[in-house]
């Protein structure tokens, strides 16, 4: 182009707000980024009410539990809610309510039926004697596995609303609700109780919280849900929803255990304190990426539809926003928690979390290239090219995984944030360059500068 790219990013931006069919757009990413804040601002009360009111021992019980659990719910959901997301989108724009009603069903069937197999195989492995667990964390851990179909069906029905574009009450029950209830319910309870609570405790409160947020869900569902899907006769597409959900599967599942290995590996070869020291330091740096995960609920249908529709003009325009959005916010967000990050540990989780901070600063710049690489990830997927992100993410794991393994035992819970830091870029790096190349979007920050990779 023979613009300047300050001309041509403010051109880009004039366009986008000009245009009557961007409203729903930013409309909805407005409306996503408030939810996605009250979000991370809960996650986090939730985060600090935990390790002030179960200490650091009990903390780290529950956070090495729950990271089990989000790892065993991964078949659970067998990658639905993409594919509710991708399909409802073409679905509806279609007037194909035969199919929409067939793919709930089906959905939810396979929700159901694969939580009630992990369960049941879970707990003959413990009460088996197969898995050697203390009984603090054994009875949490079946708390834990009460959460896996709340949480599965929970995540369906969200995905559901969101594909017909009702992204606010996609949204606010797993969002806000359940954390809000969860909140609400550790701080009761320990003022009733008047001393620390236990991992058990925890882990009760959040199954609580998350049927609670799971029946107002339900019920938007119900009210919003097309008249005409009601009223259709279902039409099953088993191979073609099963060829694609799978990709997704994988994807959705290796991404949650490069993201929660590191504190599986570090309850092992470790002490439940580290663990509960390096989950707040990954909980802090998370909130570098919160406009990114904001973004992206939104961002699916319109990735679909646009590439369906061959508008690679569109789909730059929606990429190049967001990217910039997201990486002013993080740079921000970055610059506090690095200046003040000890003081801001210390005061707010306590001292005895204090020593996670070096693992904080090295989380935070694994936030820092996953946002100012844009939602490659989520445009591959929409896109038809979720086999190639499936690979590329199968060989971050695995490097993630070796990575710990070498370094938790000699650097501790530093060497699990390296081993972060190091997969994080291989697979942001090499699937921005991949997406240029196929698709002819850069989704990057050097986007705005209409830079070609």
Same mark, same amino acid.
């Given at each position: ?186 701080? *009761? !309870?320990?003022? =009733?109780?008047? %001393?620390?609570? /236990?991992? $058990?405790?925890?882990? &009760? ?5 998350? @049927? ?111 990217? *910039? !959005?997201?990486? =002013?916010?993080? %740079?921000?967000? /970055?610059? $506090?928690?690095?200046? &003040? ?5 210390? @005061? ?106």
């Amino acid at each position: 182009m023979s613009q300047s790219s300050s001309s041509y990013y403010l051109t880009l931006l004039k366009t986008k707000f000009r245009e009557k069919k961007s409203k729903p757009f930013f409309k909805g990413g407005l409306g996503s980024l408030v939810i996605k804040f009250g979000n991370t601002f809960l996650q986090f009360g939730v985060g600090v009410a935990l390790a002030r009111t179960l200490g650091i021992e009990a903390f780290g019980i529950y956070t090495f539990v729950y990271a089990i659990i989000k790892i065993l719910a991964i078949p659970t959901e067998l990658g639905l809610p993409n594919l509710l997301i991708r399909f409802i989108a073409q679905y509806h724009s279609n007037k194909k309510w035969g199919e929409i009603k067939g793919l709930l069903k089906f959905t939810n069937g396979v929700v159901l039926v694969i939580s009630v197999l992990i369960i049941s195989i879970s707990m003959g492995l413990v009460y088996g004697d197969v898995i050697d667990l203390s009984i603090e964390r054994r009875v949490t851990f079946i708390w834990g596995l009460a959460l896996l179909p709340v949480i599965a069906l929970g995540n369906i029905r969200g995905a559901t609303l969101r594909g017909f574009k009702y992204f606010i009450v996609g949204l606010v029950p797993e969002s806000i609700l359940r954390h809000l209830f969860f909140l609400i319910l550790l701080l *009761l !309870f320990s003022q =009733i109780k008047g %001393a620390k609570l /236990s991992s $058990v405790d925890g882990m &009760f409160y959040h199954f609580i919280a998350a @049927f609670l947020s799971y029946s107002f869900g339900a019920y938007w569902l119900f009210k919003y849900l097309p008249k005409q899907v009601r009223k259709s006769k279902s039409i099953i597409e088993t191979k073609t929803w099963l060829s694609v959900a799978l990709p997704f599967l994988v994807i959705g599942g290796l991404q949650i255990v490069m993201g929660r290995i590191d504190i599986v590996l570090i309850g092992i070869i470790s002490n439940s304190k580290n663990v509960g020291m390096y989950e707040v330091a990954l909980k802090a740096a998370t909130l570098v990426s919160f406009s990114l995960s904001a973004l992206n609920f939104i961002l699916g249908p319109y990735f679909s539809k646009y590439f369906s529709e061959n508008n690679k003009v569109r789909l730059q325009k929606i990429a190049t926003v967001s990217v *910039l !959005f997201n990486t =002013i916010i993080a %740079a921000m967000i /970055s610059l $506090v928690m690095i200046l &003040f990050g000890k003081g801001l540990l210390s @005061f707010i989780f306590g001292a005895e979390f204090l020593g996670g901070y070096y693992s904080l600063v090295i989380l935070i710049v694994a936030q820092l290239i996953s946002v100012t690489s844009g939602s490659v990830a989520l445009l591959l997927n929409m896109s038809g090219h979720e086999k190639k992100v499936l690979y590329v993410m199968a060989f971050s794991m695995t490097i993630n995984v070796i990575l710990n393994l070498i370094f938790i035992p000699k650097f501790g819970i530093e060497g699990a944030a390296f081993a972060t830091l190091a997969s994080t870029a291989v697979w942001n790096i090499y699937l921005s360059l991949y997406c240029f190349k196929k698709i002819d979007v850069n989704t990057s920050i050097l986007s705005i500068f209409n830079i070609k990779l």
